[in-house]
Nanobody, 124 residues
Framework: EVQLVESGGGLVQAGGSLRLSCTVSGFTNGDYVIGWFRQAPGKAREGVSCISNSGGMRFVADSVQNRFTISIDNARNTVYLQMDSLQPEDTAVYYC?????????????????WGQGTQVTVSS
């Protein structure tokens, strides 16, 4: 059974940075994709970025292009989301999710396992 554990959220001032981590366990081999999503109060969950476990493919949504960077450390089974130049509109619960079909996409339906989420709050 695949399990995902996020960490790294918190409170930061506008213009600041945070790095989120997503540690994957329970998947022993094969190709997969890890995605980061976020959900602000009263809004739909939206895709932010995703990466293949080989690290060779990655995608970043236009809304966070040039500010967020996704990476993977396969030795630690951990995917990172480096978030720079944070703005109040980035405030949300951030989730990582597992796509067993290794499809590089941010469609929620492609992901079958989700972490518990970590809160990111950006103050103005």
């Amino acid at each position: 059974e695949v399990q995902l554990v996020e960490s790294g959220g918190g409170l930061v001032q506008a213009g600041g940075s945070l790095r989120l981590s997503c540690t994957v366990s329970g998947f022993t081999n094969g190709d997969y994709v890890i995605g980061w999503f976020r959900q602000a109060p009263g809004k739909a969950r939206e895709g932010v970025s995703c990466i293949s476990n080989s690290g060779g493919m990655r995608f970043v949504a236009d809304s966070v292009q040039n500010r967020f960077t996704i990476s993977i450390d396969n030795a630690r089974n951990t995917v990172y989301l480096q978030m720079d130049s944070l703005q109040p509109e980035d405030t949300a619960v951030y989730y990582c999710a597992f796509n067993p079909n290794a499809q590089l996409m941010l469609s929620i339906r492609a992901y079958d396992t989700w972490g518990q989420g970590t809160q990111v709050t950006v103050s103005s």
